[in-house]
Protein backbone atom coordinates (compact mmCIF):
# COMPACT_ATOMS: atom_id res chain seq x y z
CA UNK A 1 0.00 0.00 0.00
CA UNK A 2 1.37 3.54 -1.30
CA UNK A 3 0.22 6.48 1.27
CA UNK A 4 0.16 9.63 -1.06
CA UNK A 5 -0.42 12.74 1.00
CA UNK A 6 -2.11 15.36 -1.43
CA UNK A 7 -1.46 19.16 -0.37
CA UNK A 8 -3.05 21.78 -1.85
CA UNK A 9 -2.55 25.43 -1.52
CA UNK A 10 -5.81 26.59 -2.46
CA UNK A 11 -8.99 24.45 -1.78
CA UNK A 12 -11.45 26.44 -3.73
CA UNK A 13 -12.99 25.24 -6.94
CA UNK A 14 -10.19 25.18 -9.68
CA UNK A 15 -8.15 22.72 -11.28
CA UNK A 16 -6.03 21.49 -8.06
CA UNK A 17 -8.47 20.87 -6.02
CA UNK A 18 -11.01 19.42 -8.98
CA UNK A 19 -8.06 16.51 -9.91
CA UNK A 20 -7.66 15.60 -6.35
CA UNK A 21 -10.98 14.45 -5.72
CA UNK A 22 -10.43 12.50 -9.08
CA UNK A 23 -7.52 10.98 -7.74
CA UNK A 24 -9.39 10.13 -4.07
CA UNK A 25 -11.90 8.66 -5.78
CA UNK A 26 -10.42 6.97 -8.68
CA UNK A 27 -7.14 5.13 -7.32
CA UNK A 28 -6.88 1.97 -7.40
CA UNK A 29 -8.08 1.46 -3.20
CA UNK A 30 -6.27 -1.63 -2.85
CA UNK A 31 -2.77 -0.07 -3.97
CA UNK A 32 -3.16 3.91 -2.59
CA UNK A 33 -4.07 5.58 0.59
CA UNK A 34 -5.07 9.00 0.02
CA UNK A 35 -4.98 11.97 2.34
CA UNK A 36 -5.38 15.51 1.93
CA UNK A 37 -4.49 18.52 3.48
CA UNK A 38 -4.77 22.17 2.48
CA UNK A 39 -6.45 24.94 3.54
CA UNK A 40 -10.16 24.84 4.99
CA UNK A 41 -13.18 25.08 2.27
CA UNK A 42 -16.63 23.88 3.26
CA UNK A 43 -17.32 22.46 -0.18
CA UNK A 44 -14.16 20.64 -0.26
CA UNK A 45 -14.64 19.71 2.92
CA UNK A 46 -17.77 18.31 2.35
CA UNK A 47 -17.07 16.47 -0.88
CA UNK A 48 -14.05 15.03 0.36
CA UNK A 49 -16.26 13.30 3.35
CA UNK A 50 -18.65 11.95 1.41
CA UNK A 51 -15.53 9.80 -0.51
CA UNK A 52 -14.65 9.02 3.03
CA UNK A 53 -11.30 11.25 3.24
CA UNK A 54 -10.71 13.85 5.58
CA UNK A 55 -9.50 17.61 5.05
CA UNK A 56 -6.73 18.47 7.36
CA UNK A 57 -6.82 22.15 7.63
CA UNK A 58 -3.07 23.78 7.15
CA UNK A 59 -2.53 27.10 5.66
CA UNK A 60 0.16 27.28 2.35
CA UNK A 61 -0.92 30.27 0.81
CA UNK A 62 1.47 32.49 2.89
CA UNK A 63 4.83 32.84 3.74
CA UNK A 64 3.99 34.51 7.07
CA UNK A 65 5.46 32.43 10.07
CA UNK A 66 7.51 30.82 7.50
CA UNK A 67 9.43 27.81 9.99
CA UNK A 68 6.43 27.18 12.07
CA UNK A 69 4.55 26.09 8.97
CA UNK A 70 6.99 23.90 7.86
CA UNK A 71 7.30 22.61 11.24
CA UNK A 72 3.61 21.71 11.08
CA UNK A 73 3.82 20.13 7.15
CA UNK A 74 6.95 18.10 8.24
CA UNK A 75 4.29 16.59 11.24
CA UNK A 76 1.91 16.39 8.45
CA UNK A 77 4.07 14.80 6.62
CA UNK A 78 5.17 12.12 9.40
CA UNK A 79 1.85 11.83 10.71
CA UNK A 80 0.22 10.66 7.98
CA UNK A 81 3.50 8.66 6.94
CA UNK A 82 2.98 9.06 3.65
CA UNK A 83 5.33 7.29 0.85
CA UNK A 84 4.95 9.95 -1.38
CA UNK A 85 4.14 14.17 -1.09
CA UNK A 86 2.00 15.11 -4.02
CA UNK A 87 1.71 19.08 -4.19
CA UNK A 88 -0.43 21.65 -6.25
CA UNK A 89 0.32 25.29 -6.32
CA UNK A 90 3.27 27.60 -4.82
CA UNK A 91 2.61 27.60 -1.49
CA UNK A 92 1.95 24.02 -1.02
CA UNK A 93 4.89 23.02 -3.37
CA UNK A 94 7.34 25.29 -1.52
CA UNK A 95 6.51 23.99 2.09
CA UNK A 96 5.30 20.25 1.25
CA UNK A 97 8.81 19.71 -0.98
CA UNK A 98 10.74 21.54 2.36
CA UNK A 99 9.06 19.10 4.53
CA UNK A 100 9.44 15.96 2.17
CA UNK A 101 12.82 16.33 1.98
CA UNK A 102 13.54 16.90 5.44
CA UNK A 103 11.18 13.77 6.24
CA UNK A 104 12.46 11.88 3.41
CA UNK A 105 9.94 11.01 1.62
CA UNK A 106 10.32 11.80 -2.51
CA UNK A 107 7.95 14.40 -3.54
CA UNK A 108 5.89 15.49 -7.15
CA UNK A 109 4.83 18.63 -7.66
CA UNK A 110 2.07 19.60 -10.52
CA UNK A 111 1.81 23.04 -12.19
CA UNK A 112 -1.52 24.09 -12.70
CA UNK A 113 -0.73 26.88 -14.79
CA UNK A 114 2.91 28.59 -14.14
CA UNK A 115 1.99 32.05 -13.52
CA UNK A 116 4.17 35.03 -12.52
CA UNK A 117 3.94 37.25 -15.11
CA UNK A 118 1.81 39.27 -12.59
CA UNK A 119 4.89 39.84 -10.12
CA UNK A 120 7.16 42.74 -10.31
CA UNK A 121 10.47 42.83 -12.42
CA UNK A 122 12.64 41.78 -9.46
CA UNK A 123 10.36 38.82 -7.83
CA UNK A 124 10.36 37.48 -11.19
CA UNK A 125 13.84 36.41 -11.14
CA UNK A 126 13.28 35.10 -7.83
CA UNK A 127 10.52 33.30 -7.92
CA UNK A 128 12.40 31.39 -11.26
CA UNK A 129 15.40 30.66 -9.12
CA UNK A 130 12.83 29.03 -6.09
CA UNK A 131 11.37 27.10 -8.67
CA UNK A 132 14.37 25.56 -10.27
CA UNK A 133 16.25 25.30 -7.26
CA UNK A 134 12.43 23.18 -5.86
CA UNK A 135 12.89 21.11 -8.49
CA UNK A 136 16.12 19.42 -7.45
CA UNK A 137 13.99 18.43 -4.71
CA UNK A 138 11.45 16.92 -6.53
CA UNK A 139 11.23 13.44 -7.94
CA UNK A 140 8.91 14.06 -10.77
CA UNK A 141 7.19 17.77 -11.52
CA UNK A 142 3.97 16.70 -13.37
CA UNK A 143 2.53 19.54 -16.47
CA UNK A 144 -1.36 18.97 -17.47
CA UNK A 145 -0.37 20.20 -20.80
CA UNK A 146 2.60 19.66 -23.19
CA UNK A 147 2.91 23.04 -24.39
CA UNK A 148 3.41 23.67 -20.56
CA UNK A 149 6.07 21.15 -19.86
CA UNK A 150 7.60 22.88 -23.08
CA UNK A 151 7.90 26.19 -20.98
CA UNK A 152 8.60 24.46 -17.69
CA UNK A 153 11.61 22.95 -19.26
CA UNK A 154 12.31 26.39 -21.21
CA UNK A 155 12.65 28.18 -17.79
CA UNK A 156 14.33 25.68 -16.17
CA UNK A 157 11.44 24.37 -13.12
CA UNK A 158 11.42 21.03 -14.98
CA UNK A 159 14.57 19.17 -15.44
CA UNK A 160 14.54 16.69 -18.85
CA UNK A 161 14.10 12.96 -17.38
CA UNK A 162 12.45 14.22 -14.33
CA UNK A 163 9.11 15.70 -15.80
CA UNK A 164 6.13 14.29 -17.14
CA UNK A 165 2.97 15.43 -19.02
CA UNK A 166 0.17 13.87 -17.55
CA UNK A 167 -3.03 15.71 -19.20
CA UNK A 168 -6.09 16.72 -17.09
CA UNK A 169 -8.98 14.66 -17.48
CA UNK A 170 -12.77 15.04 -17.02
CA UNK A 171 -15.48 12.55 -15.69
CA UNK A 172 -17.71 12.92 -18.20
CA UNK A 173 -20.67 10.49 -16.80
CA UNK A 174 -20.46 12.49 -13.62
CA UNK A 175 -20.90 15.76 -15.56
CA UNK A 176 -23.94 14.42 -17.80
CA UNK A 177 -25.34 13.61 -14.09
CA UNK A 178 -25.01 16.76 -12.42
CA UNK A 179 -27.42 19.17 -11.56
CA UNK A 180 -28.41 20.68 -14.84
CA UNK A 181 -29.06 25.18 -13.89
CA UNK A 182 -32.45 25.99 -15.70
CA UNK A 183 -32.47 28.94 -17.68
CA UNK A 184 -35.24 30.59 -15.65
CA UNK A 185 -33.28 29.91 -11.99
CA UNK A 186 -30.42 32.02 -12.88
CA UNK A 187 -32.48 34.84 -14.44
CA UNK A 188 -31.97 34.39 -18.01
CA UNK A 189 -34.35 34.87 -20.73
CA UNK A 190 -35.81 31.58 -22.11
CA UNK A 191 -34.76 32.78 -26.03
CA UNK A 192 -31.41 34.31 -24.78
CA UNK A 193 -28.47 32.90 -26.67
CA UNK A 194 -26.41 32.67 -23.48
CA UNK A 195 -22.43 32.59 -23.86
CA UNK A 196 -21.00 30.86 -20.78
CA UNK A 197 -17.48 31.04 -19.13
CA UNK A 198 -16.61 29.00 -15.70
CA UNK A 199 -13.67 30.13 -13.74
CA UNK A 200 -12.71 31.99 -11.03
CA UNK A 201 -13.27 35.95 -10.86
CA UNK A 202 -9.03 36.48 -10.84
CA UNK A 203 -6.80 38.60 -13.09
CA UNK A 204 -5.17 35.84 -15.16
CA UNK A 205 -8.99 35.10 -16.61
CA UNK A 206 -9.36 38.34 -17.56
CA UNK A 207 -13.53 38.63 -17.64
CA UNK A 208 -13.06 42.09 -18.51
CA UNK A 209 -12.37 41.63 -22.12
CA UNK A 210 -16.02 38.97 -21.89
CA UNK A 211 -17.48 42.09 -21.00
CA UNK A 212 -15.96 44.06 -23.89
CA UNK A 213 -16.77 42.15 -25.85
CA UNK A 214 -20.42 41.67 -25.10
CA UNK A 215 -20.71 45.27 -25.03
CA UNK A 216 -19.74 45.16 -28.90
CA UNK A 217 -22.12 42.87 -29.59
CA UNK A 218 -24.87 43.57 -27.30
CA UNK A 219 -26.20 46.63 -29.36
CA UNK A 220 -26.83 44.68 -32.77
CA UNK A 221 -28.32 41.26 -30.51
CA UNK A 222 -30.86 42.35 -27.82
CA UNK A 223 -30.85 38.71 -26.49
CA UNK A 224 -27.08 37.67 -26.10
CA UNK A 225 -26.36 37.64 -22.27
CA UNK A 226 -23.24 36.39 -20.87
CA UNK A 227 -23.26 33.89 -17.71
CA UNK A 228 -20.03 34.46 -15.26
CA UNK A 229 -19.99 31.24 -13.02
CA UNK A 230 -17.23 31.53 -10.37
CA UNK A 231 -16.29 33.49 -7.31
CA UNK A 232 -13.36 35.25 -6.75
CA UNK A 233 -11.69 38.75 -5.74
CA UNK A 234 -12.24 40.25 -9.42
CA UNK A 235 -15.88 39.76 -9.25
CA UNK A 236 -16.76 42.95 -7.86
CA UNK A 237 -14.74 45.09 -10.34
CA UNK A 238 -16.06 42.78 -13.43
CA UNK A 239 -19.43 43.70 -11.93
CA UNK A 240 -18.97 47.74 -11.93
CA UNK A 241 -17.09 47.42 -15.77
CA UNK A 242 -20.34 46.15 -16.78
CA UNK A 243 -22.28 48.66 -14.83
CA UNK A 244 -19.89 51.73 -16.89
CA UNK A 245 -20.54 50.10 -19.58
CA UNK A 246 -24.37 50.24 -19.49
CA UNK A 247 -24.84 46.00 -19.53
CA UNK A 248 -28.14 45.79 -17.34
CA UNK A 249 -27.96 42.79 -14.75
CA UNK A 250 -30.36 40.86 -17.37
CA UNK A 251 -27.52 40.58 -19.60
CA UNK A 252 -24.23 40.07 -17.30
CA UNK A 253 -25.39 37.11 -14.52
CA UNK A 254 -23.00 36.07 -12.28
CA UNK A 255 -24.22 33.96 -9.92
CA UNK A 256 -21.38 32.40 -8.10
CA UNK A 257 -19.67 29.27 -7.73
CA UNK A 258 -20.94 26.24 -8.60
CA UNK A 259 -21.28 22.97 -6.04
CA UNK A 260 -19.29 19.71 -7.39
CA UNK A 261 -22.58 17.81 -8.71
CA UNK A 262 -24.03 21.19 -10.35
CA UNK A 263 -23.99 21.49 -14.41
CA UNK A 264 -24.00 24.95 -16.04
CA UNK A 265 -23.55 24.15 -19.39
CA UNK A 266 -26.92 23.25 -20.83
CA UNK A 267 -28.23 26.76 -20.31
CA UNK A 268 -25.20 28.12 -22.43
CA UNK A 269 -25.04 28.48 -26.21
CA UNK A 270 -21.41 28.75 -26.42
CA UNK A 271 -18.78 28.76 -24.34
CA UNK A 272 -16.19 31.39 -24.35
CA UNK A 273 -12.56 32.19 -22.19
CA UNK A 274 -10.14 35.37 -22.33
CA UNK A 275 -7.76 33.82 -20.10
CA UNK A 276 -4.29 35.47 -20.37
CA UNK A 277 -2.32 32.30 -19.90
CA UNK A 278 -3.82 28.64 -18.58
CA UNK A 279 -2.48 25.27 -18.06
CA UNK A 280 -5.22 22.97 -19.18
CA UNK A 281 -8.27 24.45 -18.44
CA UNK A 282 -10.75 22.03 -17.37
CA UNK A 283 -14.15 23.73 -17.68
CA UNK A 284 -13.33 23.97 -21.46
CA UNK A 285 -12.89 20.55 -21.80
CA UNK A 286 -16.63 20.32 -19.75
CA UNK A 287 -18.15 22.79 -21.84
CA UNK A 288 -16.87 20.23 -25.17
CA UNK A 289 -18.22 17.46 -23.13
CA UNK A 290 -21.76 19.41 -23.29
CA UNK A 291 -21.94 19.74 -27.06
CA UNK A 292 -20.52 23.47 -27.09
CA UNK A 293 -18.56 25.23 -29.20
CA UNK A 294 -15.67 26.88 -27.65
CA UNK A 295 -14.06 30.13 -28.45
CA UNK A 296 -10.93 30.97 -26.67
CA UNK A 297 -7.76 33.32 -26.54
CA UNK A 298 -5.43 31.71 -28.80
CA UNK A 299 -2.56 30.45 -25.57
CA UNK A 300 -0.95 28.26 -23.83
CA UNK A 301 -3.69 25.58 -22.50
CA UNK A 302 -5.68 26.73 -24.62
CA UNK A 303 -3.97 25.72 -27.76
CA UNK A 304 -3.99 21.84 -26.20
CA UNK A 305 -7.77 22.20 -25.86
CA UNK A 306 -9.19 23.60 -28.78
CA UNK A 307 -9.00 22.50 -32.37
CA UNK A 308 -8.80 25.81 -34.08
CA UNK A 309 -11.99 25.36 -37.00
CA UNK A 310 -13.08 22.23 -35.67
CA UNK A 311 -13.72 22.59 -32.04
CA UNK A 312 -13.83 25.81 -31.99
CA UNK A 313 -12.20 29.26 -32.44
CA UNK A 314 -8.66 30.56 -31.55
CA UNK A 315 -8.41 34.39 -31.24
CA UNK A 316 -5.90 36.80 -30.98
CA UNK A 317 -5.35 37.38 -26.64
CA UNK A 318 -6.10 40.97 -25.71
CA UNK A 319 -7.95 41.76 -29.13
CA UNK A 320 -11.76 42.21 -27.76
CA UNK A 321 -13.41 43.01 -31.40
CA UNK A 322 -11.28 39.85 -32.94
CA UNK A 323 -13.42 38.17 -29.84
CA UNK A 324 -16.30 40.12 -30.67
CA UNK A 325 -16.72 38.84 -34.13
CA UNK A 326 -15.64 35.62 -33.56
CA UNK A 327 -18.44 35.31 -30.61
CA UNK A 328 -21.23 36.77 -33.43
CA UNK A 329 -19.68 34.23 -36.66
CA UNK A 330 -21.06 31.57 -34.22
CA UNK A 331 -24.56 32.67 -33.27
CA UNK A 332 -25.24 33.36 -37.30
CA UNK A 333 -24.54 29.96 -37.76
CA UNK A 334 -25.88 27.10 -35.48
CA UNK A 335 -25.14 24.48 -37.96
CA UNK A 336 -21.53 25.18 -37.87
CA UNK A 337 -21.60 25.72 -33.40
CA UNK A 338 -23.40 21.78 -33.44
CA UNK A 339 -20.92 20.65 -35.83
CA UNK A 340 -18.04 22.06 -33.72
CA UNK A 341 -19.90 20.60 -30.26
CA UNK A 342 -20.00 17.32 -31.83
CA UNK A 343 -16.31 17.39 -32.35
CA UNK A 344 -15.38 18.57 -29.35
CA UNK A 345 -17.23 16.13 -27.35
CA UNK A 346 -15.65 13.43 -29.13
CA UNK A 347 -12.00 14.71 -29.01
CA UNK A 348 -12.77 14.82 -24.99
CA UNK A 349 -13.76 11.23 -25.12
CA UNK A 350 -10.83 10.34 -27.13
CA UNK A 351 -7.99 12.76 -25.21
CA UNK A 352 -9.15 13.97 -21.85
CA UNK A 353 -11.01 11.49 -19.85
CA UNK A 354 -10.02 10.33 -16.65
CA UNK A 355 -8.76 6.93 -16.97
CA UNK A 356 -5.31 7.80 -18.64
CA UNK A 357 -4.49 10.83 -16.09
CA UNK A 358 -5.01 8.31 -13.21
CA UNK A 359 -3.29 5.82 -14.73
CA UNK A 360 0.21 8.02 -15.62
CA UNK A 361 -0.45 9.02 -11.96
CA UNK A 362 -0.56 5.77 -10.62
CA UNK A 363 2.84 4.89 -12.29
CA UNK A 364 4.64 8.52 -11.33
CA UNK A 365 3.78 7.55 -7.52
CA UNK A 366 4.74 3.81 -7.66
CA UNK A 367 8.16 4.77 -9.23
CA UNK A 368 8.63 7.47 -6.60
CA UNK A 369 7.63 5.43 -3.78
CA UNK A 370 10.47 2.59 -5.21
CA UNK A 371 13.34 5.22 -5.86
CA UNK A 372 12.63 6.28 -1.71
CA UNK A 373 12.75 2.08 -0.65
CA UNK A 374 15.74 2.07 -2.95
Not at 8 to 36: C, I
Request: aromatic share 4%; proline share 6%.
Amino acid sequence: MIRVLQLLTSTAPGGGPRQVGHLVRRLPADDFSVSVAGPWNQRFEEHLRALRVELTAIAVDTLRGFPMTLARTVRLVRATRADVVHTHGKGAGLYGRLAARIAGVPAVHTFHGIHYESYSRAARPVYLALERWLSRLTHTVINVSASQEAEAQALGVARPGRSAVVVNGIDVDELAAGLAWGRAALGLREDAQVLGCVARFDPVKRHEALVHALALVAPRRPHVSLLLVGDGPEKARIGRLAAELELPASRVVAPGAIGWGTNPYPSMDLYVTAAAKEGLPLAPLEAMASGLAVIATDVPGHRDVVDHDTTGLLVPPEDDRALAAAIESLLDDPDRRRRMGRAGRERVLSEFTLQPMVAKTSAIYRAAAASRAA
